[in-house]
Nanobody, 115 residues
């Protein structure tokens, strides 16, 4: 099993940037597909971006061109670089790891975009 710890959230003005990190424990990080999800108040959790074990990447349309997901298997870490942030990006951001039969979540990190 793997444990995930997110960091990097905070308060940022519209147009600003943040980089989220998700550090994973365990030795099998490289085989997992990793995803960043977010959940705003009174809304369902949604996939923001994912990166497969082979490096294949998917983004939700609303963040294309603004967010970049990447992974460093040597550091057991996945990142989400968020640029040109908008108030509608405000949410708790969660990291997920899975391999089709196993899935686990981090505790989440709050991102607030406000002037």
């Amino acid at each position: 099993q793997v444990q995930l710890v997110e960091s990097g959230g905070g308060l940022v003005q519209p147009g600003g940037s943040l980089r989220l990190s998700c550090a994973a424990s365990g030795s099998r990080f490289s085989i997992y597909a990793m995803g960043w999800y977010r959940q705003a108040p009174e809304k369902q959790r949604e996939l923001v971006a994912s990166i497969g074990s082979s490096g294949s990447i998917v983004y939700v349309d609303s963040v294309k061109g603004r967010f970049t997901i990447s992974r460093d298997n040597a550091k057991n870490t996945v990142y989400l670089q968020m640029n040109s942030l908008k108030p509608e990006d405000t949410a708790v951001y969660y990291c997920n790891a899975g391999d089709g039969t196993y899935s686990t979540w981090g505790q989440g990190t709050q991102v607030t975009v406000s002037s």
